[in-house]
T-cell receptor, first 111, second 114 residues
Framework: EDKVVQSPLSLVVHEGDTVTLNCSYE??????LLWYKQEKKAPTFLFML????IEKKSGRLSSILDKKELSSILNITATQTGDSAIYLC???????????FGTGTRLTVIP | NAGVTQTPKFQVLKTGQSMTLQCAQD?????MSWYRQDPGMGLRLIHY???????DQGEVPNGYNVSRSTTEDFPLRLLSAAPSQTSVYFC?????????????FGPGTRLTVL
């Protein structure tokens, strides 16, 4: 059964801290891994990682895919209160449009 | 562009009632999906469509029907609502496969079944 597991489930840090969020997966016919940020409502896309693009960076956020370990990390440096959100990891497997999501990591950044 | 729109925002149903959740996008996206989000369960794919006239089942399709008569619209029908279908429902669309392209989510519909 396809599965995506995220850890930790929740995390509380102070502004300025660096955090690392983890995502591991067991998915048949892995094609890509995606990270989303969900604040109050709908998830918004952050990164997509594939076999040909295993590291992505945007500002203070960066992500790496480890295909050997079947996992990915999302790093956020110099955290700000605006980074408080649920971070979702999703993996694309078999099927025309099939994404499997993890349960998410709830990050809270306190001033 | 309005992006992905969903109606209604909130809905309360009684067990056994049927209803349709509406989803529309104005970005000319071929790929559309319906997800449900439950506490501790993450997002789970209900049904998806890769173009007008083509739909397929996701991870949790039971109790739901979809159709895709136009590129813009992808309604989700609950045939006979059950309390287990209490959830937040998100519609999403993308130009190509969700795993290869940015997927845009609607604002969600919070459904409660009593």
């Amino acid at each position: 059964e396809d599965k995506v597991v995220q850890s930790p489930l929740s995390l509380v840090v102070h502004e300025g801290d660096t955090v690392t969020l983890n995502c591991s997966y067991e998915v048949t016919n892995f094609r890509s891994l995606l990270w989303y940020k969900q604040e109050k409502k709908a998830p918004t896309f952050l990164f997509m990682l594939t076999s040909s693009g295993i590291e992505k960076k945007s500002g203070r956020l960066s992500s790496i895919l480890d295909k050997k370990e079947l996992s990915s990390i999302l790093n956020i440096t110099a955290t700000q209160t605006g980074d408080s959100a649920i971070y979702l990891c999703a993996v694309e497997g078999t099927g025309a449009n099939n994404l499997f999501f993890g349960t998410g990591t709830r990050l809270t950044v306190i001033p | 562009n309005a992006g992905v729109t969903q109606t209604p925002k909130f809905q309360v149903l009684k067990t056994g009632q049927s209803m349709t959740l509406q989803c529309a996008q104005d970005m000319n996206h071929e790929y559309m999906s319906w997800y449900r989000q439950d506490p501790g369960m993450g997002l789970r794919l209900i049904h998806y469509s890769v173009g007008a006239g083509i739909t397929d089942q996701g991870e949790v399709p039971n109790g739901y029907n979809v159709s895709r008569s136009t590129t813009e619209d992808f309604p989700l029908r609950l045939l006979s609502a059950a309390p287990s279908q209490t959830s937040v429902y998100f519609c999403a669309s993308s130009y190509s496969r969700a795993g290869t392209d940015t997927q845009y989510f609607g604002p969600g519909t919070r459904l409660t079944v009593l």
